[in-house]
């Protein structure tokens, strides 16, 4: 396979994933289930964010997957964190979600609204196909990523 078709499979899977689990949140699985799903929609936006880092405009399905794959996991965060599923909740063996999640949950919302709306921004990116525009978009988001982390996210073990 191409490198590049590899990478749009890959992004694939974290797309429908990451599409059932927004769009039907009840599906979502409790526990440390829930916490691999995050995980992995997280991880697909990750990795979605290295190939666009390296986008020359000459593939933009792959681009759109990617930028989809990012957006989706915007959507994600809105229910992947629901009372209980941080560290000590019922079936959580292992996270790196902090407390502060829940107890200013006003400022993580803030934080996933930055992040769905630069997503934004690099979705009209991809659509121009303009690598400069996409370029600037994907300081942005992860720079929204970076803000949450710094205050929600706990080091790795
Ligand atoms: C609103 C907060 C928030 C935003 C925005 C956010 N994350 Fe995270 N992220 C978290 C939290 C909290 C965890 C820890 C989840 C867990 O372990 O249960 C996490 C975990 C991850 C992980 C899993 C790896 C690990 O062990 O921690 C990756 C990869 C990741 N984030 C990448 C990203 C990327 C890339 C973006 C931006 C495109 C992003 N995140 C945006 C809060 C956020």
């Given at each position: 396979m191409k490198r590049s078709h590899w990478i749009l499979a890959a992004l694939t899977v974290g797309v429908t994933l990451a599409g059932v689990t927004t769009s039907r949140g009840e599906d979502l699985p409790s526990g440390q289930g829930l916490v691999d799903v995050r995980v992995k929609g997280l991880k697909a936006a990750g990795g979605a964010m290295q190939f666009l880092s390296q986008?020359?405009?000459?593939d933009q399905a792959t681009a759109a997957a990617a930028a989809k794959a990012i957006d989706d996991a915007a959507s994600g965060l809105t229910v992947w964190?629901?009372?209980?599923?941080?560290?000590?909740?019922?079936?959580?063996?292992?996270?790196?979600?902090?407390?502060e999640i829940w107890a200013d949950n006003a400022d993580f919302n803030a934080k996933i609204k930055a992040f769905d709306d630069a997503s934004g921004v690099l979705t009209n990116a991809v659509a121009a196909n303009d690598p400069a525009a996409i370029k600037v978009a994907l300081g942005d988001v992860g720079k929204s990523c970076k803000a949450c982390h710094e205050v929600y996210r706990g080091p790795e073990e």
């Open positions: 986008y020359d405009g000459s964190f629901p009372e209980g599923s941080g560290p000590g909740g019922p079936g959580i063996e292992k996270t790196r979600a902090k407390p």
